[in-house]
């Protein structure tokens, strides 16, 4: 049996790990590096495997970085099928259709300006992908993959659909537990269960994301939140929230209907969802109440809608997200991506982020070299557009909405797994990781590099 990291090895994106066990070979996860302009040739580079020797693949979620090299895999010959949760399933779609359009639009403008670049892959590529999705997996509910080799999804609470995948391996007389985490949820979310790994596994590949440090309560960051909408709505600006279009929109979705109707905003608060792909995914949440808290599945199966605010507006048309510019305060606004690397956000940042009436808020993890990571570090101005824009606006940081597990929840979640060899860390920067390693016990704790493979 062995065990090879192809992503997210010393880093946060790309997720791809390879299992070989009886002649199988199975990959988990294949996801996009992300982060500065440099990745693209990380993310064109040969995958460190032969994708036409991958039988089957366990896609823990729905991610960029988790499912976004999908259709670059099928492209170079990936035959196999993808296994994954039905809420994944759809997610996946919506993901890798868009990411094929921003490759596609990409290398278009790039061949305006004389340039022979071609698209990682195109919306082809992206259907070829969807349809290599096969058998959908149910939490707790053990599958065959091959003849001594079962996988089981447990819920990992990170995104709708998300799982840790537990494979049973069993090759000459030897068996094996190994666990891999997925990207671990927070404890206490609004939407989604808890995470659940199970019990007794022998190797564990774990996330490490915020190994270093916890995120506020979500009960503090719901009012920072109110707190920071009601000061700029005072002073006349707009809020800008760069949104990762899955869950964690909802979420903040689901904070600006509890906060209207507990009266701590404005009834007539004016929203504007400003993403197509985010729009299509919340109509998703709809279609999996079976992912989602009791309470909320309540909701959606009595007709109330949990993001449905008076003032919500969604603008898929890029002609009706260009007529925000003209909306000069008093609104909030959420736009893709996260991490301000493309998308409509950057546009609204553009016109917001001069403007020290205004508000920024970023809810989620900001990679080093994004655009996010410099306005959360204090940049005073920065690059967009070909222009300088400085930085005005008042910036917040409200982790508490984070869908990764933080440094107290990450340690719990590896204490109920009762490992019983050893732990490999990836997706994490080097302090966070090592924080994490210390506290596990570094004796049993690897820090696997980039294709390095361990024998199990």
């Not at 490759?103 to 082809?124: C, F, I, V």
């Amino acid at each position: 049996m062995k065990l090879s990291f192809h992503g997210a090895a010393r880093g946060v994106t790309g997720s791809c790990h390879l299992v070989e066990c009886a002649g199988r070979k199975i990959l988990v996860d294949c996801g996009m590096f992300q982060g500065p302009r440099e990745i693209e040739e990380e993310n064109a580079a040969p995958f460190g495997f032969s994708p036409g020797q991958i039988d089957v693949l366990l896609l823990t979620h729905a991610h960029l970085d988790h499912c976004g090299r999908l259709p670059l895999l099928v492209k170079r010959g990936f035959r196999g099928k993808v296994i994954a949760t039905s809420a994944t399933h759809d997610l996946a779609r919506l993901v890798m259709l868009d990411s094929a359009y921003l490759h596609e639009e990409a290398a278009k403008r790039a061949q305006r300006h004389g340039k022979s670049d071609q698209p990682l892959y195109d919306t082809m590529d992206a259907l070829d992908a969807v349809d290599r999705f096969g058998q959908t997996a149910d939490y707790g509910q053990p599958m065959d993959l091959f003849p001594g080799i079962t996988a089981t999804f447990f819920d990992a609470g990170h995104i709708l659909g998300s799982a840790s995948i537990l494979l049973e391996l069993n090759e000459d007389g030897r068996t094996r537990r190994l666990l891999f985490s997925g990207d671990i949820g927070p404890r206490n979310r609004l939407l989604l269960n808890d995470p659940a790994p199970p019990k007794g596994a022998d190797v564990v590949v774990m996330e490490s994301t915020y190994g270093d440090r916890d995120h506020r309560p979500i009960g503090s960051s719901l009012e920072e939140l109110n707190a920071a909408i009601r000061g700029t709505l005072r002073r006349g600006g707009n809020v800008i929230i760069p949104t990762f279009a899955l869950e964690r929109t909802q979420e903040i979705l689901f904070a600006l209907h509890r906060g209207v109707d507990e009266g701590a905003l404005p009834k007539s608060l004016p929203v504007y969802l400003d993403s197509p792909m985010a729009i299509s995914a919340t109509r998703l949440f709809g279609r999996h109440p079976e992912a989602l808290r009791p309470e909320i599945a309540e909701m959606i199966h009595a007709g109330r809608d949990p993001f449905g605010l008076p003032g919500l507006k969604v603008t898929r048309e890029a002609a009706d997200s260009m007529k925000l510019n003209d909306v000069h305060g008093g609104a909030v606004v959420m736009a893709g991506s996260g991490m301000c690397t493309g998308g409509r956000v950057r546009h609204h940042l553009r016109h917001n982020l001069p403007n020290p009436d205004s508000t920024v808020i970023f809810i989620g993890f900001a990679a080093e070299g994004t655009p996010a990571r410099a306005i959360v570090d204090g940049a005073t101005e920065l690059s967009m557009f070909g222009k300088s824009v400085p930085v005005r606006a008042t910036v917040h940081t409200i982790n508490g909405f984070s869908a990764h597990a933080g440094r107290t929840d990450l340690l719990d979640w590896h204490a109920r797994t009762a490992v019983r060899e050893r732990t490999f860390l990836v997706h994490g920067e080097e302090d966070p990781m090592k924080a994490l390693a210390d506290a596990l016990g570094p004796a049993r704790v690897d820090r696997p590099r980039p294709h390095q493979s361990f024998e199990l």
